[in-house]
C-alpha cells in the first residue's frame, strides 16, 4: 500500500499594514456596512475641519525643556535688560572686579553703575523688585517659563522674562538647569512678544514703555505693512492688547520719537499724555511747527506748555481788549491762588518769558492755560 502524498498547501504571503490600511480605504475586502460607517467618519472629520490651526498660537514651533541658566543670555534692546556683567570665576575677588554695570551672581544683585547714568534710578527699582520676585520663587514654581530662542546649543537667547531670569540667578547661580519655552528659531514677531510682556507693568520706565512700543510697531510695519496702511489703528491696537486711547497717544509720540526720546530719557517731560496734548495743539500749524516746539523744549530742558503765536491779519480790526476765560464756581481756589501767589513763578508748564503781554491774543491763551493749571 503506498503512502498518500502530502496535500500540497499554499501559504498566502501576509500584506504589510500599509497594504491593509489601503485595501481598507479603497473599499476593497470590506463589507459595504464597515465602508458605510467609514464614509460617515470621514464626513464628521471633514465638518469639523478649521483653519484655526494656521494661528500662531497653534502653528508656533516651540518645545518645553531645561537649560543651563549660564547659557542664557540677556539681550540689551529689550526694555528689560540690565547692564549685566558676569564674572569669569565664581569668587568674591573676581566678583569685586566688575565696575558701572549690574551685578548678578548667586546671593547678591547689586547696581554699580556710575551715578550718574540716567537708567541709575530705574535700575534700583527694578532690582527691589527682582528681590521680591526671587522671595515668591523660593515658595512657589515658575508659573510662565522664561522664552528664549535657540541660537546654538549654547546660547539661548531671552524673548521674553529678563525678571525672571535675573531672578533665578540671583536665587541660585548659573550651574543649575531651570524649565525654559525655546523656539527653535527668532520669532519673526519678537517685538511684539517683548512689547505685550512688558508693557502691562506700571513700573516701565516712560523711554522704556515709547521705546518698547516703538519696535513693536516698526515690526508690524514689517509684517502686516499693507494691511497697517489701511486700518492702522484696529490692526496694531488687536495686535498689541492695547485701547485705542493708549494706541493714539503712543503712535503720535512715535511719529515724532526722535525729538520725543530724548525729552523723555532726560526727564525733561515726565507725562506723555500732557506732551501728547500740547503735539495735537502744535500740530495745528503744521509738522514744522511741532518739531520747532519740541526742539525748544530740549533746548531749555524744561517742559512748558505749547502757547500759539498769533496770526497777523491783513484786514480787520486788531483785538484791543483781553477777554478772561469763564470760571466756574467750583473753582475758585484758582482765583484764590491768581490773587495772592505770584503765578509766573509756580511750576505750571507756562512758559511767561515767551508770552507777550502786550498782545491781548496770546495773553489770553496764557490765562486759559493758567487757570487750567490752577484748577487742577
Request: proline share 4%; net charge positive; charged share 30%.
Amino acid at each position: 500500500m503506498t503512502a498518500k502524498k502530502p496535500r500540497s498547501r499554499r501559504v498566502t504571503k501576509p500584506s504589510s499594514q500599509e497594504d491593509l490600511i489601503s485595501k481598507f480605504q479603497s473599499g476593497e475586502g470590506v463589507s459595504k456596512k464597515s465602508q458605510q460607517m467609514l464614509d460617515d467618519l470621514k464626513q464628521r472629520d471633514k465638518s469639523k475641519e478649521s483653519n484655526v490651526h494656521d494661528d500662531p498660537l497653534f502653528k508656533t514651533s516651540s518645545e518645553i525643556d531645561r537649560v543651563l541658566v549660564d547659557y542664557i543670555q540677556p539681550q540689551s534692546d529689550n526694555p528689560r535688560y540690565l547692564p549685566v556683567k558676569f564674572a569669569k570665576r565664581d569668587d568674591a575677588d573676581s566678583i569685586a572686579l566688575l565696575k558701572n554695570c549690574v551685578v548678578c551672581e548667586k546671593g547678591l544683585i547689586e547696581n554699580r553703575l556710575d551715578k550718574s547714568n540716567p537708567r541709575y534710578d530705574a535700575v534700583d527699582a527694578e532690582i527691589e523688585e527682582i528681590k521680591g520676585l526671587a522671595e515668591t520663587l523660593k515658595h512657589s514654581e515658575l508659573v510662565h517659563p522664561i522664552a528664549v530662542w535657540r541660537k546654538n546649543m549654547s546660547d539661548y537667547a531671552i524673548v521674553a522674562g529678563h525678571r525672571r531670569y535675573y531672578a533665578i540667578r540671583y536665587l541660585y547661580g548659573g550651574l543649575i538647569k531651570v524649565k525654559v519655552k525655546i523656539y527653535a528659531e527668532k520669532p519673526k514677531n519678537i517685538n511684539v512678544l517683548r512689547h505685550i510682556e512688558n508693557f502691562s507693568r506700571n513700573d516701565l520706565t516712560l523711554p522704556d514703555a515709547l521705546n518698547s512700543y516703538s519696535n513693536a510697531v516698526t515690526e508690524l510695519e514689517s509684517i502686516e505693512g499693507e494691511k497697517l496702511s489701511k486700518s492702522r489703528a484696529s490692526v496694531v491696537t488687536s495686535y498689541l492688547g492695547i485701547g485705542r486711547t493708549t494706541f493714539y497717544r503712543y503712535d503720535k509720540l512715535y511719529e515724532y520719537r526722535e525729538f520725543v526720546m530724548p525729552l523723555l530719557e532726560n526727564r525733561i517731560v515726565e507725562s506723555l499724555r500732557g506732551l501728547y496734548e500740547e503735539i495735537i495743539k502744535a500740530e495745528q500749524e503744521g509738522r514744522e511747527e511741532v518739531e520747532k516746539y519740541l526742539a525748544s523744549l530740549l533746548s531749555q530742558e524744561k517742559f512748558h506748555k505749547y502757547l500759539q503765536v498769533p496770526v497777523v491779519k491783513k484786514a480787520g480790526r486788531t483785538k484791543q481788549f483781553i477777554s478772561l476765560p469763564k470760571i466756574k464756581v467750583d473753582k475758585a481756589s484758582a482765583i484764590k491762588r491768581l490773587l495772592t501767589e505770584d503765578v509766573t513763578q509756580l511750576e505750571l508748564g507756562i512758559d511767561w518769558n515767551s508770552v507777550d503781554f502786550n498782545d491781548p491774543v496770546m495773553l489770553e491763551k496764557a490765562l486759559k492755560e493758567l487757570f487750567k493749571s490752577l484748577s487742577k
